[in-house]
């Protein structure tokens, strides 16, 4: 599978953003999907996952009750909804994917990536 993600942008804290990862390729339903995100000098951490079958969502700490999750299969697409966006929010976002994990917050379980878009959240 690829995976494009994309409507990162600058936003005022407060704000809210929605980011979409668009995947190509068959059994989309199949994946478990992630997000995680990446500031400068910062390794590349877990914000939220959902998984195949029937979804269930899991969060960070520091995103739980701001951020939201969700997947459409139909449109081979999963989003973050960020809300309550707050400086310490900016990074750069990742979408991944992977078949066999349910739910993971480490990076190494998946094995699909998307590019990346630059969410930057000014005070």
């Known amino acids: 599978v690829q995976l494009q993600a994309y409507g990162g942008g600058l936003v005022q804290a407060g704000g809210s953003l929605r980011l979409s990862c668009a995947a190509s390729?068959?059994?989309?339903?199949?994946?478990?999907l992630g997000w995680f995100r990446q500031a400068p000098g910062e390794e590349r951490t877990f914000v939220g996952s959902i998984s195949r079958g029937v979804p269930r969502t899991y969060y960070s700490d520091s995103v739980h009750g701001r951020f939201t999750v969700s997947r459409d299969n139909a449109k081979n697409t999963v989003y973050l909804q960020m809300n309550s966006l707050k400086p310490e929010d900016t990074a750069v976002y990742y979408c991944?994917?992977?078949?066999?994990?349910?739910?993971?917050?480490?990076?190494?379980?998946?094995?699909?990536w998307g590019q990346g878009t630059l969410v930057t959240v000014s005070s």
């Open positions: 390729g068959d059994s989309f339903s199949r994946y478990t």
């Open positions: 991944a994917a992977d078949l066999h994990v349910y739910a993971s917050t480490s990076p190494r379980q998946y094995d699909y």
